[in-house]
């Protein structure tokens, strides 16, 4: 159980990130959530974040912490470069370490007028700054890995693997969601009482079979429409084209005329995908309806049937998850300990063999052609996540390692 607040000294805590609102996707969701949960037990919890041209004040009142908008060197002048005449020049690195300099800079200044107990920085990128700043400010420096660059290119795992050496933080919690990220980091880490595997937790309060949204319904025209979704960001990792191939092989091998394909995200393949559905003649098949705001994550799962998670490597992901909640029969790649740790074949989910698109379409036909297992697989899928996705559990792991390094 956790703690009281009146059984504990609250903690005066500093978060540094770089995504943040009004960005969206699933890792966003996933810390604004956990620090949600950890702010009962915070005197003080303060994000240090990137300050965009958009007016965010609104936004930012909103969240239940404090959160500080910091300028920095964006390199404006190098983007104009790369777009011209260097395609892979890699100023993302150059990027990022100026924002983790103002970053630990502003740091500084909020340790000096509150007295912070504690630093959590959330990605490797800013692993070497605040080993740095660990030394100088001489209090605890916690840092949260969500997966691994592995997963995206071998050259990113390359310079990936090179920042986890030049970092010596307190403590690392990893987010296992399936990749890399977990064995490459007990590989690298000479001690591994130093790292917590954690995985991706929902608030279930939020996230929930919601009544079909009628007006939804009508304006993307699925009136009658037996409807397989895919929500995830259109980027090469997450095998998109495969729920597109499936969905072909799905209503030509078992002539169905009454199915639709959502595409929801957005990316840097969405018009190769895109093109690739016209190839395929499914113009009026497939909708791609662009990236979301997470508000409405729920209301594209209540006027859909069955979610497809379709990545060769991570299928683990946050839109899995969230379809699990929302009661949501998903159909998904057996790849990255999948089975092992989130869907049990046939019981809460469905999984084929990674590629295949012949078993992919003949689990959407059993799914299409068969109610009674749509209904008991989504209903057992959000009994999993409700009893094994708790945020309770998650927030009492996170919040002993803060305590065992305060009293250390």
Known sequence: MLPRRDEKKLIKLCRIIYEFPPSIGGS??????????????????????????????????NLPF?????????????????????????????INFSFSISALNKCWLLKRQYGLDMVHVHGINFGPTATM??????????????????????LAGIF????????????YFVVDNGGPALLKF????????????????????KLYPKPKNIELTKRLGLNNCFVFISIHNLEPIQGVEYSILGFKYFIDQYN????????????????????????LKLNNRVIFVGAISNSLVIDYYSISDVALSTSLKINMNTSTIEAMACK????????GNTEDLLIRHMQNGILVSPGSIEELSESMFLC???????????????????????????IDSELGVYNKLLKD
């Open 66 to 94: 404090e959160v500080c908008r910091i300028k920095y060197l964006e390199f404006n002048w190098l983007k104009g470069i790369k777009s011209k005449y260097f395609k892979y020049l890699p100023i993302a690195p150059l």
């Open 160 to 171: 990936e693997t090179m920042l986890i050496k030049l970092t010596n933080l307190d403590h």
């Open 256 to 279: 169905i005329k009454d199915a639709t394909l959502l595409i929801v995200g957005a990316g840097s393949i969405k018009n190769e995908l895109e093109k690739m559905a016209s190839e």
């Open 186 to 205: 007990k590989r690298l880490l000479h001690d591994q009482s130093k790292l917590t595997p954690v995985f991706i937790n929902l608030d279930t309060s």
């Open 368 to 394: 299409y052609n068969k109610k009674e297992l749509r209904i008991s697989l989504g209903e057992n899928a959000r009994e999993f996540v409700v009893n094994n996705r708790d945020w309770g559990k998650r």
């Open 328 to 335: 949501k029969p998903v159909i998904a790649f057996d790849c």
């Open 133 to 154: 700043w660990r030394y100088l400010a001489k209090i605890p420096v916690v840092i949260m890995i969500d997966g691994s660059q592995e997963s995206y290119s071998h």
């Open 28 to 61: 966003i969701t996933h810390t604004l959530e956990l620090a949600t949960h950890m702010a009962p037990y915070c005197e003080r919890q303060i994000f240090i974040v990137p300050k965009i041209k958009q007016n965010t004040s609104e936004i930012d009142a």
